[in-house]
């Protein structure tokens, strides 16, 4: 299963009278940062059930004719994003999936853990998989409800373990729903005073002048039809939350809010913590564009060195990660950005960026601006080392290719070549979330997993990751007191 990789935006809109695809589309639009390798759209009209999905970004897949053909009054929206292996049309979704009850059109962000199993327990039960996509297994088993769609939620929450922001449709209504540790985030918006919006960042409410209700609680499945909205919660009040600190560090759009924060502040005062915690004599700040603008800023306010624009990326390169090959990715790099050569010379540049990960983008960036005449390069980053893969949807490779998980600062600081390295403290990246410290999944950092997960991440401190194949996920740990992923929840 290739679901591993995954990390999306998702949309849907319950709104009679208006024209929900092309909502949807510009719902999607907004969303295009969280995947671009493939979008989809599905509505209906009470009858039946209208799909649309293709490979490419949100503008090139529909058309006028596209979304002509896309009726109803509702709908559900998805941008996939993915790595090699599940880079392939029919993983694109929304899915289509046909059950006891009728059809259903699912769309999802996240990545369910335990997929593998519950994929072969339903096969042995006679369910015929056409993806690869842990989606698909969650569809399944919604649809097996025998007798009511709450039914079907409650299994699937049962026994589904890891991150799953979903939005569904079916002839009679829309659901979203998001897992009990609310590792994806999904919000709910009002739209003209009639209809419904749900998607995974606010940033797509204010483009379509949607307002604010609230967030999608996790563990909460909201169900919208013509008599309104009503939420339930199929396994009782949600456990603590987890919400991914990586979306507040990268992912989300600076104009979203998490939890009640406006990303733009939270990542300046990441920025500027960064500048207490690691401080240096320089001429000027720079960020790498467009994600670590924000924090570059913080950092220059708190430090009272100028903010300075030196790099300028062609915004049409998509993000470095979206290619799914390492040659790829590289040559991304050199596309992306350019250095502004007279900003630069004779400098002294502190270079602000949000992550590194595999440990591509950073040296590259180095050279770039020291063959532009930066006389000392200080890269500072606003998170801690990435050291653990996640299991939740995003893409964050495996262990053996994380730097951070196989080297040290020093030796990481000199594998880039810059003059200085310093990352942001844990603590430091939490706080300036302005939530409560246990609110988040920090996992990729601190190697504490909020659910069960494979062994072959829990083991890494105990064995070299290079002697174990990356698929090779034999059993399960990561807290003893949850419960094994074998079996699911109970
Ligand atoms: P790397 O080149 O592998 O070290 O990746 C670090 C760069 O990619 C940083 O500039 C980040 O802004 C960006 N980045 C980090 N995580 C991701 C991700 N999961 N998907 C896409 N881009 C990412």
Redesign the pocket.
């Known amino acids: 299963m290739h679901g591993l990789r995954e990390?999306c935006g998702i949309f849907g809109v319950f709104a009679p009278g208006e024209d929900v695809a092309r909502l949807t589309f510009f719902g999607l639009h907004a969303l295009q940062h969280r995947g671009q390798e493939s979008a989809g759209i599905a509505t209906t009209d009470g009858r039946k059930l209208n799909i649309f999905a293709e490979m490419g970004l949100v503008a090139q897949v529909f058309d006028e004719d596209t979304l002509a053909g896309l009726p109803g009054h509702a709908a559900i929206g998805h941008t996939r994003y993915s790595t090699t292996g599940s880079s392939v049309l029919g993983n694109a979704q929304p899915f289509l999936i046909k059950g006891v009850l009728g059809e259903l059109a699912i769309a999802h962000n996240g990545n369910v853990v335990n997929a593998d199993i519950m994929r072969a327990d339903l096969e042995a039960r006679g369910t015929r998989f056409e993806t690869t996509s842990d989606t698909e297994v969650l569809g399944h088993l919604l649809a097996a409800a025998p007798s009511h769609w709450q039914d079907g939620f409650a299994t699937m929450m049962r026994r589904a373990v890891g991150a799953y922001s979903l939005v569904i449709l079916s002839k009679e209504a829309l659901y979203a729903v998001r897992d009990p540790l609310g590792i994806r985030p999904l919000c709910i918006g009002r739209l003209n005073g009639h209809g419904w919006v749900f998607a995974s960042e606010t940033c797509a409410l204010d483009h379509l002048g949607a307002e604010f209700v609230r967030e999608v609680a996790p563990g909460e499945v909201v169900r919208v039809d013509e008599h309104g909205l009503t939420s339930t919660f199929p396994l009782g009040d949600a456990g603590d939350q987890a919400l991914c600190l990586?979306e507040f560090i990268?992912?989300a759009r600076p104009d979203s809010k998490l939890d009640g924060q406006l990303l733009h502040p939270v990542r300046m005062r990441m920025g500027a913590r960064l500048s207490e915690e690691h401080p240096v004599d320089a001429d000027l700040v720079i960020g790498?564009p467009d994600?670590?603008t924000a924090a570059a800023i913080g950092y220059a306010a708190a430090s009272g060195i100028p903010y300075a624009e030196g790099l300028v990326k062609n915004r049409y390169v998509g993000?470095?990660?979206?290619q799914p090959d390492q040659r790829l990715?590289e040559r991304g790099?050199q596309l992306k950005y350019n250095p502004l050569r007279e900003v630069i010379q004779g400098k002294r540049v502190i270079v602000v960026?949000?992550?590194?990960?595999?440990?591509?983008?950073?040296p590259r960036v180095v050279k770039m601006l020291r063959d532009a005449g930066a006389v000392e390069v200080h890269m500072r980053i606003t998170s801690p080392p990435i050291t653990h893969p996640c299991f939740y949807g995003?893409?964050?490779?495996t262990r053996g290719e994380l730097?951070a998980a196989n080297m040290e600062v020093d030796a990481i600081r000199d594998h880039i070549g810059a003059d200085s390295l310093g990352y942001l403290s844990l603590d430091g990246t939490v706080q300036a979330t302005g939530l409560d410290d246990g609110r988040h999944c920090t996992a990729c950092f601190s190697g504490v997993y909020p659910s069960e997960v494979p062994l072959q991440f829990d083991k890494f401190a105990l064995e070299s990751e290079a002697s174990r194949p990356d698929h090779e996920i034999p059993v399960i740990a990561a807290r003893p007191a949850t419960i094994p992923l074998t079996a699911g929840r109970p």
């Open positions: 990390k990586f990268y992912f790498v994600s670590a993000r470095t990660f979206i990715r790099v960026d949000d992550s590194i990960v595999r440990g591509t983008t950073t995003v893409d964050m490779a730097i």
